[in-house]
């Protein structure tokens, strides 16, 4: 394992620019190179000669050079270098756009392999801007023969750059260590992941794919769930605080709320009661999809916390998602004269008159006097350490570290110096199917909010093409003059000069101008100031601004009842599971709700057409958000259209980091947890299996249940 982990630039041919562009992607060892595995695979059916080319099918040539020059196309103004190649069987013309130094990496007379589509035009055969490399007839091609993997790059760096690298260090494969146990491999039918790491990188039939892409799964499901098995029997040693039901309390709290909760909000908070109850510290994910009210069943657990006269923590990945909870729990706990206290990087407010106004110490100070505090990642600060902390609530966790989350609990000073745990509460509103609660029931215990909150209407989605702007304006027009409020999203902060993707400040100007003169707007983006943030959110929220146009910053988290539009400008370039936490910001409140997906205005003949994407089926992926509301089905949807040429699995942020294991691959998930438990029976410490151990217990000590 030594020799894997040798620093990248011992391999020849990278310099130090190329080991910064290494670094960038993560890689910084052989080991690191080795585990950057491919995303997809382009596939090249071999073709013998020119007298066997097929048209419109991704083939591989072996031909002679015999002419090639770069000529100017004054109409489109580009530069276009052409070649006639030969072999025994005929000639062929090919072609390559903008690439004039291929004129000066080919040669006449050289031989090459070609990968790409022949096309015919106008009676001709054409090869356009196929992939190349030279060869000899002693070489075997590895950039356009058969099976070619597809690498994620950065700036300046290439495939066949990266494919190289990988081929150079491919006799380490070799030395890879295997963690799991040879009987599993058996029982399992498995390769070894030295054969898988092979077949991965450089497959010769789709066969090697699934076999490696089968061990790899089964690898990172069986890690997951032995470190859940190790940290759930680490969990059972601990102590925490028992959190009273004080069931009279919470029963007036419910019954004075302006709403009724709905039978998963009871469950739910019934669930987290009873677990706090417990001298066990809990560790409970509270999921429910976008707008189903999962704060509230935290301020109820946080109520009983705070009625046992304990401390308890809210913490938010916002600095506007933490405000937001503070002004809640302020205004819903207002009658209980509990100390509440909002810190983060930029804003320390509080309820109560602090002790000391030495600003040097404020943190520290809100931290021993207050009960409830609401923050940013600014509660686990360096000099931050809390009274006695009973609660830790964490909202969107997928948004902290794993680090950050084992922080927290290395931070409550107990008033009596016991050493205690907190009680662990995640909240996250990722889609979690039957599968992955098999896996989390190792560790953490589920609690799900299925249904949303009563008299909420489903959300009206539709497609707007650039002919149906205006009245799509119209009607968002006629919506604000009803005294409703909208959201415009852009996907940019400025413009970018030659591209077509909106920009929030452009289209602030355009729409200002030209569109909605009248009414009352402002700009919100990530880089303007905690102080311009709140002032904003708090003149949308007070009906004094009627429409938003913000870049992604209010994905998670705002609550804006009388908000009833969602325009998503460009919508065509986000993910399926983002333009449905967009959406979630609308359709809060009693009144019906709209979102309107706005395609890019460009045409396949424009400049500046951006040809990673493909439009019509982005398009037919916008029509799945038209159909379904549900999270989990737009999450089916999502894995479902990703196809089978990628061999990466849906990553679930803040469960996995899984690359091959679906949350949706309930069998090998099944399969993957029989087996911990079969080898625990007869060995629960795994002692038998030091490697394994070694890793588990590392990984254990870089985690925490989530």
Not at 499 to 518: A, C
């Amino acid at each position: 394992m030594e020799n894997l982990e040798k620093n990248i630039k011992t391999l020849p041919k990278i310099g130090d620019k190329t080991e910064k562009k290494l670094e960038k992607m993560g890689i910084k060892t052989i080991n690191d190179l080795i585990f950057h595995f491919p995303f997809r695979y382009e596939k090249y059916e071999f073709c013998e000669n020119l007298g066997k080319i097929k048209i419109n099918t991704a083939i591989n040539l072996k031909v002679k050079i015999d002419l090639i020059r770069n000529k100017r196309s004054f109409r489109k103004k580009m530069t276009i270098s052409e070649a006639i190649v030969s072999d025994d069987h005929g000639s062929l013309e090919v072609i390559w756009f903008n690439q004039p130094f291929i004129s000066k990496t080919l040669k006449n007379g050289d031989m090459v392999s070609l990968a790409g589509k022949i096309m015919a035009n106008n009676g001709r055969l054409i090869m356009a801007s196929p992939i190349y490399e030279k060869i000899n007839q002693y070489s075997e091609p590895i950039h356009t023969k058969g099976i070619v993997p597809i690498y994620n790059l950065t700036s300046g760096l290439t495939q066949k750059q990266l494919r190289f690298f990988i081929k150079k260090i491919s006799p380490n494969f070799l030395k890879i260590t295997e963690y799991l146990p040879k009987e599993t491999l058996e029982r399992q039918s498995l390769i070894n992941i030295n054969l898988a790491t092979e077949k991965i990188h450089f497959p010769k039939k789709d066969d090697d794919i699934e076999k490696a892409s089968e061990y790899f799964k089964f690898l990172e499901l069986f890690l997951f769930q032995l470190k859940s098995y190790f940290l759930k029997k680490e969990l059972e040693t601990k102590r925490a605080e028992k959190l009273e039901i004080k069931l009279n309390e919470i029963k007036k709290f419910i019954l004075s709320l302006p709403f009724e909760l709905t039978d998963d909000q009871k469950k739910s908070s019934w669930e987290i009661l009873k677990d706090i109850e417990k001298n066990n510290p809990m560790s409970r994910l509270l999921q429910g999809d976008v707008g189903s009210g999962k704060t509230i069943v935290a301020l109820i657990a946080i109520l009983n916390c705070l009625l046992n006269k304990k401390q308890a923590i809210f913490m938010a990945p916002t600095e506007i998602l933490a405000t937001q909870h503070y002004k809640t729990a302020l205004k819903l706990l207002e009658k209980y004269n509990f100390k509440i206290a909002l810190l983060s990087s930029q804003k320390k407010e509080s309820n109560f008159e602090l002790l000391s106004k030495n600003k040097k110490d404020i943190q520290q100070i809100i931290c021993q006097q207050a009960d409830l505090i609401i923050g940013t990642h600014s509660l686990i600060s360096e000099n931050i350490h809390f009274k006695n902390l009973s609660l830790v609530v964490i909202d969107e966790q997928h948004r902290f570290g794993v680090s950050q989350r084992q922080e927290i609990l290395k931070k409550n000073l107990d008033d009596n110096k016991k050493e205690t745990t907190p009680h662990f509460l995640s909240m996250t509103a990722t889609p979690i199917p039957r599968s992955l609660s098999l896996v989390l029931f190792n560790g953490s215990k589920l609690s799900s909010i299925k249904t949303k909150p009563k008299n909420r209407l489903d959300i009206k989605t539709e497609i707007v093409s650039t002919e149906r702007k205006n009245k799509m304006y119209e009607f968002i027009n006629q919506e604000i003059k009803n005294g409703r409020q909208a959201f415009i999203i852009c996907p940019l902060i400025e413009e970018i000069e030659n591209s077509e993707i909106k920009s929030v400040k452009e289209e602030y100007q355009k729409l200002k101008k030209n569109i909605f003169p009248e009414i009352e707007m402002s700009i919100l983006h990530g880089k303007m100031k905690a102080t311009e943030k709140e002032q904003i959110m708090s003149d949308f929220l007070a009906n004094k601004i009627k429409i938003i146009i913000s870049t992604s910053v209010i994905e998670v988290g705002i609550d804006v009842p009388n908000a009833t539009i969602m325009l998503i400008e460009g919508a065509e370039r986000f993910g399926l599971a983002q333009l449905h936490q967009f959406r979630g910001r609308v359709g809060r409140g009693e009144y019906q709700s709209y979102c309107f997906l706005s395609l890019s205005e460009t045409k396949n003949d424009t400049p500046f057409f951006d040809k990673k994407i493909n439009y019509s089926k982005s398009t037919s992926r916008l029509e799945a958000l038209k159909k379904y509301q549900n999270g989990l089905d737009l999450a089916k949807i999502d894995l479902k259209n990703r196809g089978s040429g990628n061999i990466y699995g849906k990553i679930q942020s803040g469960f996995t980091n899984f690359k091959f294991a679906s949350i949706f691959d309930y069998e090998t998930i099944k399969k993957s947890r029989d087996e911990i438990e079969l080898l625990s029976q007869s060995d629960p410490n795994f002692e038998k299996y030091p490697l394994l151990l070694k890793k588990i217990t590392k990984n254990i000590e870089e985690t925490h249940l989530e």
